[in-house]
């Protein structure tokens, strides 16, 4: 098994009892996991690889994967900003599939 596919499994087990469910498109779902490890070599921690990271951990708290952001956006939207968790309902095709607006503010970013 790979680290992607070790992550997968450990990831779902957590978050689907929570709600959270990886996108059903697979490919898409191993490309963010694969971004997220290799995020954690670069920072050490797995911060959302769809925002731009300033290598300090605590500055990039609120983007560290599940994201702080993550619970609003499902919760309106059905999907996170990476498309990473979604919805049941998401999945099923029964909720729109919409761009989901950053909610990070303008100040956290760091360039």
């Not at 499994?9 to 997220?36: C, H, M, T, W």
């Not at 300090?56 to 994967?65: V, Y």
């Not at 099923?92 to 919409?98: L, Y």
Request: charged residues 30%; aromatic residues 12%; proline residues 8%.
């Amino acid at each position: 098994m790979t680290a992607v596919e070790k992550l997968y499994q450990s990831l779902k087990k957590i978050q689907e009892p929570k709600g959270y469910f990886f996108n059903a498109d697979r490919e898409r779902v191993f490309e963010l996991l694969e971004a997220l490890l290799t995020n954690r070599e670069r920072y050490g921690y797995m911060c959302c690889p769809c925002r731009l990271a300033s290598g300090d951990r605590q500055k990039d708290a609120d983007i560290i994967c599940p994201c702080l952001y993550r619970e609003p956006d499902v919760a309106d939207y059905g999907s996170c900003y990476c498309n990473l968790y979604v919805s049941k309902e998401w999945n099923e095709g029964t909720v729109p599939h919409v761009y989901i607006p950053e909610r990070r503010p303008p100040d956290k970013v760091p360039f």
